[in-house]
């Protein structure tokens, strides 16, 4: 665990080939680059609490009064915004497998290095760039940690 | 010799982990879990739909088929006979020299006793008669596997604990290390098949546990292991033995 | 009841059911569900209450929801329950199931199993054999399961 | 329609009132399903279910797609005398099925 911190914390940068159309690079614990056009953070919001698009309810709960029925497998979304600068939440939504191997927390934008995908989603990532520049817009407005 | 291989084995692989945790499993089986309402719904036969697939099996084992015009109970006798059988499947058999479950050898006793035709994997008949000999040995401990089985109870360890699919999840990353917990509304089971073939309120239908492993890959977006399968049969050994010691259930409800 | 509700005639609850049912099977909606009770009241008042209608107030899935409902009525030949309808808000279609009842029964008291596409509320509504009504109403929340079919 | 399970005591005491439970085997398709092709799977349900005690009517019932399939219905009884319990089931496609059960007053 301390060892996969250290490897990402020492390599300046990283090629991370998870669209094969656009190489997108790590720097440190971030992703500087967007993956698409600025996010939308209703749109963002939208994705989350979509239980068959984001799933991110099934294991974080949210402030999200709305919402019933939310996991707590992971930490809880308030206060993302706080926590974490916008491109630190890029990379641990596209690929929190590069900070932690072991995690449960899919990569939401990897598509190399997978076993045995389902046909209908070969090659595809799990949210398209957009949509997670999306979710990130939208986590960035969660600045009250959990009470 | 033998320590250093296990030395190695530990220090190469999450399985040796994966063992040392399931000493101290405390197994619950997911009835355990289910709202007071599902409960009574299996409690009680009168209002258990699965009841219906086993007055089926019922009558399907008293019917002659095939071009030797047997039945069930012809070489069996009553289906009473057929108590503890549930307990110990999937099973090796010599006849057939592989592991098979329960629903391949009625198949395969289909085949060779009655010489009728085929059914698919998960036709009603199978089914049904799958849950009538379940049935008979309802509150019974699932039995521990044995030596003829230890080469599927690994190769199924070894995919159970296997990352695989678009959310690259394995098996035992919800259902060993996250047992309990919630995702969204329904709290992760540790997955123990107690009760095949099951009443899954989510199909409105008895299904098997193959079935069952269909939707669990699904869910990580992964395909799933072919119908009838070594791999496929090899999970379900692995989870027998995982599950060993608990009481059968059959035929069970589940959400 | 609603104004809204009351105007629907029968021939406009249906079309609206066919059209909803169309375009987007899953969600019918409250003004449906009124209308469907209008159909089955006359427009005769409702009284609030003798009925009781069990639901689990929370599911794990809405495929096969275990309900009971009960009149408190004494099933004589002179007084008795002789209709129970029940109605949903959100399924595709109303109308759930109307049971018709005779003093036979001894005691007004009907259980099944009723599917819901979503969380929602249950009304059922019990009539006696010289025509007064009853009714309950309950909510009904349906968690969403996590690993599906497909 | 396949198998039917009724569940009714088969003595009774004058003035008891008994519950009688039914499940039948249906898959109560609703007509609102798509199939693979996206096409409409037509509807089949059961939508009437009748009990008759020696000939007279003692409960029905008109189902509708929100019925769960395999339905299950109970119902209460308080029989006057012995006889036969007549159970029926209709479907969208014509079918019909009919159960019997005895219930001897002691």
């Known amino acids: 665990m301390v060892s996969h911190v250290l490897r990402a914390a020492s390599l300046a940068a990283v090629l991370l080939m998870a669209s094969p159309a656009k190489a997108q690079m790590i720097v440190g614990d971030a992703m500087p680059e967007p993956l698409a056009g600025a996010g939308d953070a209703m749109r963002g919001r939208a994705i989350i609490i979509d239980r068959q698009k984001g799933f991110c309810l099934l294991c974080h709960a949210a402030p999200l009064p709305d919402q019933r029925f939310m996991g707590n497998l992971a930490p809880n979304l308030a206060g993302a915004g706080a926590r974490y600068t916008q491109a630190q939440l890029r990379l641990r939504i596209a690929m929190p497998s590069h900070l932690n191997p072991d995690t449960l927390m899919p990569s939401y934008f990897r598509t190399a290095g997978l076993y045995a995908v389902a046909m209908p989603y070969v090659g595809k990532p799990i949210l398209d760039g957009q949509q997670i520049e999306d979710v990130v817009a939208f986590l960035m407005t969660l600045k009250e940690p959990a009470p | 010799m033998k320590r250093l291989a296990v030395l190695i084995a530990c220090l190469s692989g999450p399985v040796c982990a994966q063992d040392s945790k399931s000493v101290s499993f405390d197994k619950r089986s997911t009835f355990d879990l289910m709202k007071p309402e599902t409960q009574a719904m299996q409690r009680d036969d009168a209002s258990n739909p699965a009841m219906l697939w086993v007055q089926e099996g019922r009558a399907l084992w008293q019917a002659k088929a095939g071009s030797t015009d047997k039945a069930c109970q012809d070489c069996h006798g009553d289906v009473a006979s057929m108590k503890g059988v549930a307990t110990r499947y999937p099973a090796y058999s010599a006849a057939q020299q592989k592991v098979v479950t329960l629903g391949q050898q009625i198949q395969f006793c289909r085949a060779q006793e009655q010489k009728a035709e085929p059914w698919t994997a998960e036709a009603r008949p199978v089914l049904a008669l799958s849950a009538l000999v379940g049935l008979q040995s309802r509150g019974l401990p699932l039995a521990k596997t044995g030596p003829a089985e230890a080469r599927a109870v690994a190769e199924g360890r070894a995919l159970f604990t296997e990352r695989r699919g678009q959310m690259n999840l394995s098996c035992a990353q919800c259902h060993d290390d996250h047992a309990g917990q919630s995702l969204g509304g329904a709290i992760i089971p540790q997955g123990h098949p107690t009760g095949y073939p099951i009443y899954r309120l989510e199909w409105q239908d008895l299904g098997s546990l193959e079935r069952r492993l269909r939707n669990c890959l699904n869910g990580v977006r992964s395909e799933p292991w072919p119908s009838g399968s070594s791999e496929n049969v090899a999970v379900q050994t692995y989870l027998r033995e995982r599950a060993a010691g608990l009481p059968i259930e059959t035929p069970a409800i589940r959400p | 009841m609603r104004l809204d509700a009351m105007m629907f005639t029968r021939r406009d609850a249906l079309t609206g059911i066919l059209l909803a049912c169309a375009l987007r099977p899953a969600a019918a909606t409250p003004a449906m569900m009124e209308a469907a009770i209008a159909d089955f009241t006359k427009n005769r008042p409702v009284t609030e209450g003798r009925v009781k209608l069990d639901l689990p107030p929370l599911v794990e899935n809405g495929n096969a929801v275990p309900l009971t409902v009960s009149v408190d009525s004494p099933m004589t030949a002179q007084d008795f329950i002789s209709r129970i309808a029940l109605f949903n808000e959100k399924n595709p279609q109303p109308n759930i199931a109307l049971f018709y009842l005779t003093p036979h029964a001894g005691r007004a008291q009907v259980s099944t199993r009723i599917r819901l596409g979503d969380s929602q509320f249950i009304t059922a509504i019990a009539e006696t054999n010289t025509g007064a009504l009853f009714s309950a109403k309950a909510e009904l929340i349906v968690t969403l399961p996590a690993c599906a079919e497909n | ?106």
């Open chain 4, 1 to 106: 329609m396949a198998a039917a399970l009724i569940n009714v005591q088969k003595t009774v005491r004058k003035g008891e009132i008994i519950e009688i439970k039914t499940l039948m085997a249906h898959p109560m398709e609703t007509g609102f399903r798509t199939g693979l092709g996206g096409q409409l799977i037509p509807r089949d349900i059961i939508h009437r279910f009748v009990c008759t005690f020696e000939g007279v009517e003692i409960f029905a019932a008109d189902l509708f797609p929100a019925i769960s399939a395999n339905p299950f219905i109970a119902f209460t009884f308080m029989p006057q005398q012995s006889g036969t319990l007549t159970f029926r089931w209709f479907d969208d496609k014509g079918g019909a099925q009919v159960e019997t059960a005895r219930i001897e007053m002691v």
